[in-house]
């Protein structure tokens, strides 16, 4: 009777042991999945907040440097640039006239020149006509030239026997540069300077 109740005892002891194990083993992982839980959600809320902080800065800075890269477009410049294409516009135009007129010209010098019709006296007169417009051309085409390489690249010159209109990019002239260009003039042609009109464009 004192074996089985000892039995029993042990068998009893041995289970409260078990259990006791068994609630603290249970308590212990709770305890720890919560703190593993707990540390991980604070990880989360760290590196989210470290995001966070990082796009506010992002924005910041992006929103500057587009403030800056506004103010820096905004104003003059281009303004700026419709007016130099609109003054080298009116300069282009203005030789893409000349160059017709001349064409048109020579073409009626070379119908009289070709026609059998006519005397030999009128012959040689559009013949002399048609060197003169030649050499015309190669004058204008001297006189840009020197122009551009003392600065005035956007610059369109009509020469007749006995003057000058010369049309240039500028928002004004000097009487220096007048007086540079007149020089200019001059030299290769036998125009004298008070029959030179030279004409600044800048609107």
Same mark, same amino acid.
């Given at each position: 009777m004192k074996q089985i109740f000892k039995k029993n005892q042990i068998i009893i002891t041995t289970l409260a042991v078990m259990i006791a194990i068994a609630g603290y083993l249970n308590y212990s992982g709770k305890l720890f999945g919560e703190t593993k839980t707990g540390t991980t959600e604070a990880n989360a809320e760290l590196a989210n907040k470290e995001l966070l902080d990082i796009s506010e800065d992002d924005v910041e800075n992006s929103s500057g440097e587009i403030a800056s890269t506004d103010s820096e477009v905004e104003g003059t410049p281009g303004e700026a640039v419709l007016t130099n294409s609109s003054a080298e516009s009116t300069v282009?135009?203005?030789?893409?006239?000349?160059?017709?007129?001349?064409?048109?010209?020579?073409?009626?010098?070379?119908?009289?020149?070709?026609?059998? *019709?006519?005397?030999?006296?009128?012959?040689?007169?559009?013949?002399?006509?048609?060197?003169?417009?030649?050499?015309?051309?190669?004058?204008?085409?001297?006189?840009?030239?020197?122009?551009? *390489?003392?600065?005035? *690249?956007?610059?369109?010159?009509?020469?007749?026997?006995?003057?000058?209109?010369?049309?240039?990019?500028?928002?004004?002239?000097?009487?220096?540069n007048r007086a540079q260009i007149e020089d200019i003039v001059t030299r290769k042609t036998e125009i004298a300077p008070e029959n030179i009109v030279i004409t600044p464009i800048h609107e």
């Open positions: 282009a135009q203005a030789k893409v006239s000349r160059e017709q007129v001349r064409a048109e010209n020579k073409e009626t010098l070379q119908s009289i020149i070709d026609n059998t *019709s006519i005397s030999e006296e009128e012959k040689q007169d559009a013949i002399a006509q048609m060197v003169k417009l030649t050499e015309l051309s190669e004058q204008e085409m001297a006189i840009e030239t020197l122009m551009a *390489s003392k600065g005035f *690249s956007e610059a369109v010159v009509n020469l007749t026997e006995d003057s000058a209109d010369i049309v240039v990019d500028a928002a004004e002239l000097t009487d220096a």
